[in-house]
Nanobody, 125 residues
Framework: QVQLVESGGGLVQAGGSLRLSCAASGAFFSISTMGWYRQTPGKQRELVASITRDGSTNYADSVKGRFTISRDNAKNTVYLQMNSLKPEDTAFYYC???????????????????WGQGTGVTVSS
């Protein structure tokens, strides 16, 4: 079983910074793309940023220039540095990863999409 555990959320004033971390654990062969999504009540979960294994990144327009995604492949961990936070960044943030796992008894592999349980970020004005 593969688990993603997020940390680093909390309450911050507008203009402040937070750093989210997400660590993967369990039985897997490797991790492809990792990303951060966010969701507020009544709205769909939206992509904030993603990063491939070789470091290529993608950002939502609303966070470009303020957020930076990075990863440490040796630690199976992805980070989201959030600067110049705005009240509209308030949301529950979820980590996502495409994890390569072995198909038991076959000698082959498949990709499994895994989600973390989320961490709350509140930005006060």
């Amino acid at each position: 079983q593969v688990q993603l555990v997020e940390s680093g959320g909390g309450l911050v004033q507008a203009g402040g910074s937070l750093r989210l971390s997400c660590a993967a654990s369990g039985a897997f062969f490797s991790i492809s793309t990792m990303g951060w999504y966010r969701q507020t009540p009544g709205k769909q979960r939206e992509l904030v940023a993603s990063i491939t294994r070789d470091g290529s990144t993608n950002y939502a327009d609303s966070v470009k220039g303020r957020f930076t995604i990075s990863r440490d492949n040796a630690k199976n961990t992805v980070y989201l540095q959030m600067n110049s936070l705005k009240p509209e960044d308030t949301a529950f943030y979820y980590c996502n990863a495409d994890v390569r796992v072995e198909v038991p008894g076959t000698g082959s592999y498949r990709y499994l999409e895994v989600w973390g349980q989320g961490t709350g970020v509140t930005v006060s004005s």
